[in-house]
């Protein structure tokens, strides 16, 4: 990759922006997006083409995409396809409920889903469609460039932390919240790919996150592709490897912050705080400002998914013959609950890796820190009323929403 120079990376180690790994691409001429089928995964590499708002909401109810952000993402792209095809306020209201009612618990996706319906309201329906793509397209190259910056300020943490002890930094970090999860980047794993490739040495323990095993199936297959050393553990591995001292720190991504600094991840987040706390290890969250909700005081107030049963009653893997096949785990008439998210406390985060720098995570610092930056950090956007585009003259809209 060719080489850049960012404020943590004098030397020009790191790979510039747009030459990172990207889940999500759009096809010529706005006539969809294509996606990398996360399902297949670690055991293919599967693109799939999505061309229109029903393809997006299935593909990100059935989990072929995931991760907070890319969730976002592909909503807001969703959404611009269906402009495409009927540009009328029913059609943008239909399609709007249908995308949000996919995942309840990712803030993204409400937050992005909002920023276009900002975007392209006011428009004449003749502009819908481009102003609702267009905002679709700086939506992506956002997370790209917010999780670069968490890259940045997290590698600062991993570089502290280096500096204390001898040999390899280990983390420990759950679910994926890497490049697959994201535009780019991922969260939780900016700093880590931005140390491997300044030369730092760091080592990850990878929780298998089930019962979809998104540690396993996607981180372990993002690190190894970037040969970032690293294990995969058994979930209830961390509280062992904690207390044996064998973790300096915990990174993890999310789903929704609330006001009050609660974080909400991937079902067993918390039990990982829990046991980083009594044992004195720093626990971190990547937040991008995206995935923050002012709205929600605390974390009760945020939806918890409930997901099928079967997720975790089977298991899918590849066996000897290289065929992917499912098994069931249980005796028959077993029943599974599967509640796909957690909340940890904000007492129990060290503190909250965000774009624009490390917070911790109360309600003060996260409301200081969204009030110093620019006016879309907590959602809206600006630009959003420009109808005609960029190089598209005068504006024509509808009036105020
Ligand atoms: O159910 P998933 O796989 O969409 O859950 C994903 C997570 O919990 C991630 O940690 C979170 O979305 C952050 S991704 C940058």
Redesign the pocket.
């Known amino acids: 990759m060719t080489p850049t120079k960012h404020a943590a990376d004098p030397a020009g180690l790191l790979p510039r922006q747009e030459a990172v790994p990207r889940p999500l691409r759009v096809l010529p001429d706005g006539a969809g997006i294509e996606i990398i089928d996360q399902r297949q995964l670690p055991h293919r590499l599967a693109w799939v083409a999505l061309h229109d708002a029903e393809a997006v909401a299935a593909a990100i109810g059935e ?1 072929w995409l ?4 890319l ?1 976002g993402a592909a909503a807001a792209f969703g959404l611009a396809l269906a402009l495409r095809r009927d540009a009328s306020d029913a059609s943008l209201e239909a399609a709007s409920a249908r995308l949000a009612a996919t ?1 309840p618990t ?1 803030v993204n996706l409400a937050w992005a889903l909002q920023r276009v319906r900002r975007a392209a309201w006011p428009c004449l329906p003749a502009q819908r469609a481009a102003a609702a793509w267009r905002e679709a397209l700086a939506i992506a190259e956002a997370d790209v460039a917010a999780n670069a910056a968490i890259g940045e300020h997290g590698l600062v943490l991993l570089r502290e932390m280096a500096s204390r002890r001898e040999g390899p930094v280990r983390v420990l970090t759950h ?3 890497g490049w697959l ?2 535009v780019g980047w ?3 794993t900016a700093p880590i790919y931005m140390a491997h490739a300044a030369g730092l040495p760091i080592t990850v323990w990878v929780d298998e996150t089930r019962p ?1 095993n ?1 540690g396993a199936s996607l981180t372990a297959w993002e690190l190894g592709r970037a040969g970032v050393p690293h294990r995969v553990v058994a979930d209830n591995a961390g509280g062992h490897l904690m207390r044996r001292g064998e973790v300096d720190l915990v990174i ?4 929704c912050v609330a006001a009050n600094g609660d974080v909400c ?2 079902i067993g987040t918390y039990l990982k705080a829990l046991a980083a706390h009594d044992n004195g290890v720093p626990f971190y969250v990547a937040m991008p400002l995206s995935t923050l909700d002012l709205s929600l005081p605390h974390g009760d107030a945020i939806p918890i998914e409930e997901r099928g049963e079967r997720e975790v009653t089977h298991i899918a893997g590849r066996n000897a013959a290289g065929e992917v096949v499912e098994v069931c785990l249980v005796p028959e008439g077993s029943r599974g609950a599967n509640p ?2 957690d909340v940890t406390p904000a007492r129990l985060v060290s503190g909250l890796v965000t774009e624009r720098g490390v917070v911790a995570a109360d309600g003060e610092a996260l409301r200081r820190l969204v009030s110093a930056g620019a006016p879309d950090a907590a959602g809206s956007s600006d630009g959003a009323s420009r109808c005609a585009g960029d190089h598209g003259g005068a504006p024509e809209q509808r009036g105020p929403a």
């Open positions: 989990m995931r991760g907070a952000p969730i995942r990712a679910c994926n919240a999860a994201t991922g969260t939780a979809r998104q993890v991504g999310c789903d991840n991937k796909a998210f």
